[in-house]
């Protein structure tokens, strides 16, 4: 346990060095700022997360997560005119792209890549679901991440999506290889969706 503290602190700190980007330094940090901060941080947060618990649920239409489900994004009626959908590896790259104001699309979440190294096949991602939903739409915009597992992915949809009548394009000019969606400027997103290719 060394200079950490009692076992409810390392305990929030190992929790917290479970989370990308947070290391045991910087969860060691992190928690020091908390119990400075008690009151004014601690409090509010764990009040915050105990209510989170309590009322996020994912969306059974396209995998978002939100307090209520069909989700914010699937209830739009704006959204509901339009005829492209944008499948997407993860709820984060899902909120990327809304940051990046996009436009008034659905979305659609796989849940991760086909990763065959890590035992990851298309049973435990939401393709027969995204096939379900095809016909919904006039374009498939396969917005995944430029990595050799997204590629491999976006190609089995495609090949699954064969037959139906639906244009099938992905994203172009902006992101690069190896790049994840994530990771990347609202304008190279933005850029990106304008000069999607087809397949």
Excluded at 107 to 125: I, K, M, N, T
Excluded at 179 to 188: A, F, K, M, P, S
Aim: negative net charge.
């Amino acid at each position: 346990m060394g200079h950490t503290g009692g076992s409810e602190i390392e305990q929030l700190v190992q929790l917290l060095a479970r989370l990308p980007g947070l290391g045991p330094r910087s969860a060691r940090r992190a928690v020091l700022h908390l119990i400075k901060r008690k009151d004014s941080l601690m409090i509010p947060l764990a009040g915050a997360m105990q209510r989170a618990v309590d009322a996020v649920v994912e969306c059974q239409i396209c995998g978002n997560v939100d307090t209520v489900s069909p989700c914010a994004i699937c209830a739009d009626p704006r959204r509901s005119q339009n005829t492209l959908l944008l499948v997407v590896e993860d709820v984060s790259d899902l909120w990327a792209m809304e940051r990046a104001a996009v436009g008034p699309v659905r979305y659609h979440v796989l849940g991760g890549v086909l990763s065959p190294l890590d035992g990851g096949g298309p049973e435990d991602l939401s393709i027969d679901a995204l096939i379900q939903r095809a016909t919904d739409f006039s374009e498939i915009v396969l917005a995944v991440n430029a990595t050799i597992e997204g590629q491999t992915t976006a190609h089995f949809i495609t090949d699954r999506l064969a037959g139906l009548d639906v244009k099938i394009t992905r994203l172009a000019h902006g992101v690069p290889v190896g790049g994840e969606l994530d990771y990347l400027d609202e304008g190279t997103l933005s850029q990106a969706l304008k000069a999607r290719t087809s397949l």
